[in-house]
């Protein structure tokens, strides 16, 4: 069976996490992925992560996590041969992705318009901090940034002075999430329609919101703010607990299966017969709650609440859930067969669903900048003389024609 995205070409001029994150998504479904970046200013996540040595090689972490299963192409968009180099790859390509400021490609003459003009079939996917309308739309914005504008983290945290973010960048990956659902509802809407490709606009800010849909039905029934409320809930039965060892997260979240707990608790008094009743007692229930969950270790209370139907888990370190038999027994994560402590040998995530057939998968390990420079222009008609002379001039970089995927 082909896989979703088999066929189609996807160039890729994002940097950082959000747009690479959408790319690499459709790559492991079988899309082409070219990425093109600028031979002077590669993208920035190749200069991130732990180990400085990759970062000096640019191959970071940053970038690794979400660059297998595509061509890197180096081509100065800038210049007048960069921008040709860079239409006669359109001319081929089914999606086109950017998450530059709002306006800058057309700056370049390389917006929707003027590819739409070359390639009317194309899907041209601009992704940004704001969007690129409203009286933002030329502001510039990171994960951490639309976390602090969102309102996510003026609700994150115990106390309004002293507010968080989440510690992975999840508007980032949210964002790149909604980026590639967008290009799959588009790349559907123009096979079923058999018509041209349209112009998508995506905004992290309005991710952010569409991330908090609960709250925003709550805001503008209520009229209230949600304020930080750290790990307690509205129901006393849900929410963070100290064992007599560490803490951990019990979610005895509906009317059975509060009762259940009460029950195995031995504090059948406690049941109550309406959701109102519970939210009337939280503090009750809350300081019952603390005085036997401290009675026992959070791996008895994991492994007794989790078999009586109650969902418990011990709050674990980012290693120790990466180590867990069940991450271990799902394809969440793809390790290359090389050595390890090489990128032929790196382990990155893969998918957070399966299919029966034709589901994602990676084959080909994150390239050098400009890896695949020569054989992607050759294969757009250039001649080895007219890609010696584009290297010459600095319009292209990573001239290596025995270097591919």
Not at 339 to 363: H, K, N, Q, Y
């Amino acid at each position: 069976m082909k896989k979703a995205f088999e066929n189609f070409r996807v160039v890729d001029t994002t940097h950082v996490l959000a747009g690479p994150f959408a790319a690499f998504q459709l790559a492991t479904l079988g899309a082409e992925v070219i990425k093109v970046e600028d031979p002077n200013d590669p993208d920035q996540a190749r200069a991130q992560g732990p180990d400085r040595a990759m970062n000096d090689r640019g191959m970071g972490t940053a970038f690794l996590g979400q660059a297998s299963n595509k061509s890197c192409v180096a081509i100065d968009l800038k210049t007048p041969q960069g921008r040709e180099a860079m239409l006669r790859l359109i001319d081929t390509a089914d999606v086109f992705i950017e998450n530059y400021r709002p306006g800058a490609f057309d700056a370049l003459g390389l917006g929707y318009a003027d590819m739409k003009a070359r390639n009317p079939r194309l899907i041209y996917c601009s992704l940004s901090a704001f969007g690129a309308t409203g009286p933002r739309r030329e502001q510039r914005g990171y994960d951490n940034i639309i976390q602090a504008f969102s309102g996510f983290m003026a609700m994150t945290g115990n106390d309004p002075a002293q507010p968080f973010k989440c510690g992975a960048p999840i508007m980032d990956y949210a964002a790149g999430t909604t980026t590639a659902y967008a290009i799959a509802a588009a790349l559907l809407q123009r096979e079923r329609n058999q018509g041209n490709g349209v112009q998508i606009d995506v905004s992290m800010l309005d991710v952010a919101m569409m991330f908090a849909t609960s709250h925003v039905a709550a805001y503008f029934w209520n009229g209230k703010a949600p304020q930080p409320k750290g790990n307690t809930y509205a129901f006393a039965t849900i929410g963070m607990y100290h064992a007599s060892d560490a803490p951990m997260m019990v979610s005895a979240s509906n009317l059975q299966q509060q009762r259940k707990l009460w029950m195995l608790l031995g504090r059948p008094e406690m049941i109550k017969d309406t959701n109102n009743q519970r939210l009337d007692d939280h503090a009750g229930e809350a300081e019952a709650l603390c005085q036997a969950f401290a009675a026992r270790t959070a791996d008895h209370w994991e492994t007794h609440l989790n078999a009586a139907g109650i969902p418990c888990s011990r709050i674990r370190g980012f290693d120790e859930a990466l180590a867990d038999p069940q991450i271990k027994a799902r394809p969440v994560l793809h390790r290359f067969a090389g050595d390890s402590g090489t990128v032929a040998g790196m382990t990155t995530t893969l998918a957070g669903f399966t299919m029966s057939e034709g589901g994602p998968s990676l084959e080909h390990v994150p390239q050098p900048v400009g890896a695949q420079t020569h054989s992607v222009l050759a294969s757009l008609g250039y001649r080895d003389a007219e890609i010696a002379e584009l290297q010459r001039l600095g319009v292209i970089s990573g001239y290596a024609p025995a270097q591919t995927l």
